[in-house]
Every structure is written in structure tokens, then in C-alpha cells.
């Protein structure tokens, strides 16, 4: 833990900087495979390469910690928590016009590298956010403070995409950053409950994928 703030303190100032100086760098489905994995290689470098360092380099702890922390809790609450809200997020998209399935018109190799780096842009913030960070901030505050503590700064490390996408409109911007802290919350709930960042990697991925890709768009 001594050298847990100093960590946040580079790797927000290196995934800033990136953003600012190399936007370009967040790919999105439609963009060509190049610009994609250069956003996976900087994703990678600096979401798990860095946590990595630091982990073993400075705090001497296993990373295979931060994947499975412990025996669940409520093992069955944690999967039920995980499905209903993607169900609910499926029905409010349903709701507000969208249809239950459409594919987008990608090739199948471009819809393939994009499901790809969604899940590998999910892996990566689950390992950090609700694995190291969640687990490291556990051992110092207790388990509903570093829940907390986790999900305010996933929505910290979202703002300058944000800021950058909407232009700085404070509604906007307030209405994301409410619905990303209940987000981070729940899956930091769904590690505690069943004692692994795989069940909430695979919520992050899927639902990424209904959104990201335009499955209901």
C-alpha cells in the first residue's frame, strides 16, 4: 500500500497524457486494424503492463491475487446481479426504440477484432479497478470504502474521453459519470460476492458488446 498513490498518480498522469497528446489511439469499430492495435498495445502497456511493475516490483504480491481474491460470499448473488443488469439494460434499450438484435453492417474480420478488443479493454479494467485496486484498498479501508474509492476513480479515468467527446457539457457529463459510479459499484458488489473478476469481465464484455457494436442501436 505505500506505494498504491504514487501508482494512481502516474498511471493517471500516462492514460491523461495519452488521451490528450494521441487521441486518435481510442479505436472504434469502423476504424482500420492498424489504429485498433495500437489502442489494444497502449491499453495493454499501460492498464496491465504498469499494474503489473508495480505490483510485483514494489509491493512483492502475486497479481494471480488480484484475479481470484477469495472464496465468494454469495457466489449465486453475485451471477444474479450480473444478469439482471444486463437484463435491465436490455429492456431500457428495448424501451427507449431499440430493436432486441441488429448486427452491424461491419465485414466479419473488422466485427470480430472489435468484439476482441472490447473484451480485452474489459479485461483490462477489471484487472485493475476491481482486482488490484479494489483488493489493495480493501486491506487499508474495509471493503465499502475501497468499493467507493474504486468506482470514483473508474469514472476519474473516463473524463477526459468524455470531456473531449461531449465538449464539456456539465449535464452530460454528470448524468455519465452518476451512471458510471453505480456501474463500478455494482461490479465491484459482483467481485465481492463471488470472489473473482471473471464474472464481472464477462457483464463489462457483454454489455460493452450490445452497446459498442450496436446490438440494439
Excluded: H
Excluded at 491523461?16 to 492495435?37: E, G, H, K
Excluded at 465499502?144 to 473524463?159: D, E, M, P, S, T
Excluded at 467527446?165 to 456539465?170: A, K, Q, S, V, Y
Excluded at 470472489?195 to 454489455?207: A, R, Y
Aim: glycine residues 10%; proline residues 6%.
Amino acid at each position: 500500500m505505500r506505494f498504491l498513490w504514487a501508482f494512481l498518480g502516474v498511471f493517471f498522469v500516462v492514460w491523461i497524457a495519452r488521451i490528450l497528446l494521441i487521441p486518435w489511439t481510442d479505436a472504434a469499430a469502423d476504424q482500420p486494424s492498424t489504429v485498433r492495435l495500437i489502442a489494444d498495445l497502449w491499453r495493454l502497456a499501460i492498464w496491465l503492463l504498469l499494474p503489473l511493475v508495480w505490483l510485483i516490483r514494489f509491493e512483492r504480491v502475486d497479481p494471480r491475487v488480484a484475479i481470484d481474491q477469495r472464496p465468494g460470499v454469495r457466489p449465486w448473488l453475485g451471477l444474479a446481479l450480473g444478469l439482471g443488469y444486463l437484463g435491465a439494460a436490455r429492456l431500457y434499450d428495448v424501451a427507449m426504440g431499440a430493436p432486441w438484435i441488429a448486427i452491424p453492417a461491419l465485414p466479419v474480420p473488422t466485427l470480430a477484432a472489435s468484439m476482441v478488443g472490447i473484451a480485452f479493454a474489459a479485461l483490462c479494467e477489471e484487472f485493475l479497478f476491481r482486482g488490484v485496486l479494489l483488493k489493495e484498498l480493501a486491506r487499508r479501508y474495509g471493503f465499502g470504502r475501497a468499493n467507493f474509492l474504486q468506482a470514483v476513480l473508474f469514472v476519474a479515468i473516463q473524463w477526459p474521453a468524455w470531456i473531449a467527446l461531449i465538449e464539456f457539457d456539465p449535464a452530460t457529463l454528470a448524468l455519465l459519470s452518476g451512471l458510471a459510479l453505480l456501474y463500478a459499484l455494482l461490479l465491484g458488489a459482483i467481485v465481492r460476492q463471488t470472489g473473482t473478476i471473471w464474472v464481472g469481465f464477462g457483464v463489462q464484455t457483454l454489455g460493452n458488446v450490445l452497446q459498442g457494436l450496436g446490438f440494439g442501436a
